[in-house]
Every structure is written in C-alpha cells, then in structure tokens.
C-alpha cells in the first residue's frame, strides 16, 4: 500500500521568505514522487518529479524538492516567495503495476499563502 | 495542442437526472484517468483507462460508468445524480513511456446537485 501525508493544510509566508512544504510518503517499493500545482478554478500542474535519478530535483517556478530515503520525505521549497505562488500544492506519490497501470495517489493538499 | 479538454465547465444537476462529462485529449496518450476533488479531500480516482476498449474501477466508482471507444475520449457518465456526487470532477492523462509517470489534467467540471 501507499500513501502520501502533507503537514499543513495552510502555510502562510510572506513575499520574499523561504516556502517550505512538506510531505511524507510510504511505499512498499521504490516510488516515483511528484508535486503539483492548482491555481484558483484550474486542473492541477507538474511542478516537479522524482524518478531514481538525482536526489535533489529542480522544477518550474524556481521550485525544487530532495528525497530523503531515510526520512521517507519529499518536501517542496523554495528559496524566495513570490506573490504568484500563492496556490495549492499536491503531493503525490505514484507506483507502477504490470501492464503498465500507474496508480497515483495524491495527498490533501497545502494552501499556500504570500502576504505582501 | 490542446492537451486535455473538459466539458461543460459547470453544470447544477436535480437529484435523479443523469449527465456525461466530455473529456479528451490530443496528446495521444494511452492512460486516462477521471478523479473527483472535494475540499480538504484530495483526490479520489473515480475510474481508469489503460487504452482504448480497456477500463477499470478506481477508489470511488460507485454511481459512475465511463467508457473508452478511442484514444482520445473517456467520458464519464452519472446515471443518478445524487447530492454526494457534488463536487469538482478532472479528467487526466499520461504516455506509455518509461520514466514518463506524470499526470496531464483537464481544466475541471465543477458541478452541483441539488
């Protein structure tokens, strides 16, 4: 079984602090991991995706996460807050089944806000 | 592209009417998803497809059928709407490649029963 778990249902920063969002995950395998992105009334978008390469994965936007084995983490950050990132973070964490069929499963999301 | 498309974007549905929301993608992928998004929730994968001719049930399937005649459309169709059912439905899509696990969304379908 998998799951995914995201501390937080609302993190606040202001425009310029450090965005941290966290996400811990469990998989009985290696997983592929990913973070996306929703803005107001919008489907949700890649932001970034761990697939057993480098640890540390760089994304859009200036975002970036490392996979920490160990700790079984994912976390999101992002070294300047800008007020366009104010929208909510999906973690997901993803396992591929023979034939192909990739189940995913999503945590609850992280509402990111940017106080000017 | 217009990668993956929904319709409508909102609809409000009477309890006990039925409705198909529209999806479709031009990216030529072979996976295709369909989850509902409820506040607070995440979401819950309602049904998948993994090629035309070829679906199956997801974590929440029950008052939901799809079907997948082509590559490029899977609609999901609502036979009896009910007020659980409210909620903002996505559909999604993914490449059969290796390494290539991300997920393509739709814009979404909001849509209310009362």
């Known amino acids: 079984a998998q799951s995914v778990t995201q501390l937080g249902s609302h993190v606040s920063v202001s425009e310029g602090a450090l965005v941290l969002l966290r996400c811990n995950y469990s998989?009985?395998?290696?997983?592929?991991l990913f973070w996306y992105v929703q803005y107001p009334n919008q489907g949700l978008q890649l932001l970034l995706k761990?697939?057993?390469?480098?640890?540390l994965v760089k994304g859009i936007n200036g975002f970036e996460a490392e996979f920490k084995k160990s700790e079984t983490s994912f976390h999101l950050t992002k070294p300047s807050a800008h007020m366009s990132d104010a929208a909510e973070y999906f973690c997901?964490?993803?396992?591929?089944?023979?034939?192909?069929?990739?189940?995913?499963?999503f945590g609850t999301g992280t509402k990111l806000q940017v106080i000017p | 592209n217009a990668g993956v498309t929904q319709t409508p974007k909102f609809r409000i549905l009477k309890i006990g009417q039925s409705m198909t929301l529209q999806c479709a993608q031009d990216?030529?992928?072979?996976?295709m998803y369909w989850y509902r998004q409820d506040p607070g929730m995440g979401l819950k994968l309602i049904y998948y497809?993994?090629?035309?001719?070829?679906?199956d049930k997801g974590e929440v399937p029950n008052g939901y059928n799809v079907s997948r005649s082509t590559t490029e459309d899977f609609p999901l169709r609502l036979e009896l709407a009910a007020p659980s059912q409210t909620s903002v439905y996505f559909c999604?899509?993914?490449?059969?490649?290796?390494?290539?696990?991300?997920?393509?969304f739709g814009p979404g379908t909001r849509l209310t029963v009362t």
């Open positions: 999604a899509s993914s490449p059969r490649l290796a390494g290539r696990h991300e997920q393509y």
């Open positions: 998989s009985s395998v290696p997983p592929y």
């Open positions: 761990y697939t057993s390469a480098a640890t």
């Open positions: 997901a964490v993803s396992l591929l089944f023979s034939g192909g069929y990739q189940k995913v499963t």
């Open positions: 990216m030529n992928h072979n996976y």
């Open positions: 497809s993994v090629g035309a001719g070829i679906t």
